[in-house]
């Protein structure tokens, strides 16, 4: 998988740096081919957050069937830095990625994309550097306003920032608390909330993070 690269070794300042230099290469509309294999990408941190532990679950689509997984594990070499989390986390992402045999058509992060300070979140971030698709799929607001979601699931509500619209809020599931799903890359947000619901079954989170999920975590 080809990767646009820049340095990973950096100062928090240099971080920020990077990421309003890369933003401006983030595509907000729909630049999609079939969507035959949909990934989810989850990270763990072990032995006090001093290794991380990426995970890539690739399902076919729409079926849902688990097709492919990858994991890989690297010593952390990033602070946690709210805002900054791709710079610890995408590294090991990378290398889970480029041991796939199937290239995913889209991305679903647990993460932010384009709901962050300086709208770059990690699934902005993996997008730019692979060209992939990428979706957000946060499980707790980092930036933004919201109006009350209504309680039964497929309802959302904008999420807005200085007047701007950087996500929605989407009930995933009746009565259970919602997602927020931003954009990352080469997709518009009315089409991230419909393959995020059509990766849904009956869980809050989609069958992608959940099988990511427990990858990293096992």
Same mark, same amino acid.
């Given at each position: 998988m080809a990767v646009n690269r820049h340095p990973w070794d950096v100062t928090p300042e240099e971080a920020r740096d990077i990421q309003n230099a890369l933003r401006e290469q983030v595509i907000r509309e729909d630049r999609l081919e079939?969507?035959?294999?949909?990934?989810?990408?989850?990270?763990? #941190?072990?032995?006090?957050?001093?290794?991380?532990?990426?995970?890539?679950?690739?399902?076919?689509?729409?079926?849902?069937e688990?097709?492919?997984?990858?994991?890989?594990?690297?010593?952390t070499s990033f602070p946690y830095v709210p805002g900054?989390?791709? #710079?610890?986390?995408?590294?090991?992402?990378?290398?889970?990625?480029n041991q796939l045999t199937q290239t995913p058509d889209l991305l679903l992060c647990d993460g932010q994309g384009?709901?962050?300070?300086?709208? #770059?979140?990690?699934?902005?971030?993996?997008?730019?550097?692979?060209?992939?698709?990428?979706?957000?799929?946060?499980?707790s607001r980092l930036i933004g306003k919201q109006?009350?979601?209504?309680?039964?699931?497929?309802?959302?509500?904008?999420?807005?920032?200085?007047?701007?619209?950087?996500?929605?809020?989407?009930?995933?599931?009746t009565g259970v608390n919602p997602l927020y799903i931003s954009i990352g890359h080469r997709i518009s947000?009315?089409?991230?909330?419909?393959y995020v619901m059509r990766c849904l079954t009956r869980y809050r989170l989609p069958e992608t993070t959940r099988h990511a999920h427990r990858i990293a975590s096992g």
């Open positions: 079939n969507v035959r294999y949909v990934a989810g990408v989850d990270v763990g #941190f072990e032995a006090q957050n001093t290794i991380t532990h990426a995970a890539v679950a690739v399902l076919r689509f729409p079926e849902l688990l097709h492919e997984q990858a994991t890989a594990i690297r010593k900054l989390l791709s #710079f610890r986390e995408i590294p090991a992402i990378l290398d889970a990625l384009l709901a962050h300070p300086r709208r #770059f979140g990690l699934a902005c971030h993996l997008g730019v550097l692979t060209d992939l698709p990428s979706i957000g799929v946060a499980k109006d009350p979601v209504p309680e039964k699931k497929g309802n959302w509500v904008p999420l807005t920032d200085k007047a701007e619209t950087i996500g929605a809020v989407l009930r995933s599931r947000l009315p089409t991230a909330i419909d």
